[in-house]
Each structure stands twice: as C-alpha cells, then as structure tokens.
Nanobody, 116 residues
C-alpha cells in the first residue's frame, strides 16, 4: 500500500523556520522524483520544490528560491523541505508528491500557518 505521510507543519511567526518531512512507503522510492506542492485557501495548488530521484537536481518556485531547501534520503525513504524566512503568504497546506512516468502519488498534507 502506497503511503506518503507528511509531518512538521504548525504555527510559526513571520521570519521563522520549519522543516517538513515526508515518509514514503509501498513503492520504490529511489526511482521517483519527489515534489512539494502547497495550496493556500482559495488558491490553486502550486509546485513549491522538486528533487530528482537520485537527488542530483532540485528546482524551486521563484517565490521560495533562497528560502526553501528540498532534500531526500533514499535509504530512509524520506524527503524534506527546510523552510526559512517564512512569510504570511507561505501559509498553506503542504503536500508531498511522488512521480514517475505516468504514476503519481500524493500525501494528505500538513498545514503551515505563518502568523504573528
């Protein structure tokens, strides 16, 4: 059974940091590109960051470049998103996504709220 379980969300003040984690199971994790998406209230889901299957390449949305870092551990089957200098506009539900060719899996999401 495929499972992507996000954790690490919560309430943080503007300028603060959070680290999200996603634990994967039930599929060949090291063969999948991994991505983080987010969806803010009333907005469409958007791609935040992605990392290739071997971890050799990462890409970021312009809005988070220089503040967020995506990484993965192909031994522990986890992918992480380190978020720094958080802004109120980063408030959203963050989703972990695994993709390979036509296959795609989603986690249930974790809520990040940036507010004073």
């Amino acid at each position: 059974q495929v499972q992507l379980a996000e954790s690490g969300g919560g309430l943080v003040q503007p300028g603060g940091s959070l680290r999200l984690s996603c634990a994967a199971s039930g599929f060949s994790f090291r063969q999948y590109d991994m991505r983080w998406y987010r969806q803010a209230p009333g907005k469409e889901r958007e791609l935040v960051a992605g990392i290739t299957s071997a971890g050799g390449s990462a890409n970021y949305a312009d809005s988070v470049k220089g503040r967020f870092t995506v990484s993965r551990d192909n031994v522990k089957n986890t992918v992480s998103l380190q978020m720094k200098s958080l802004r109120p506009e980063d408030t959203a539900v963050y989703y972990c996504n695994a993709g390979r060719r036509s296959l795609m899996y989603w986690g249930k999401g974790t809520l990040v709220t940036v507010s004073s």
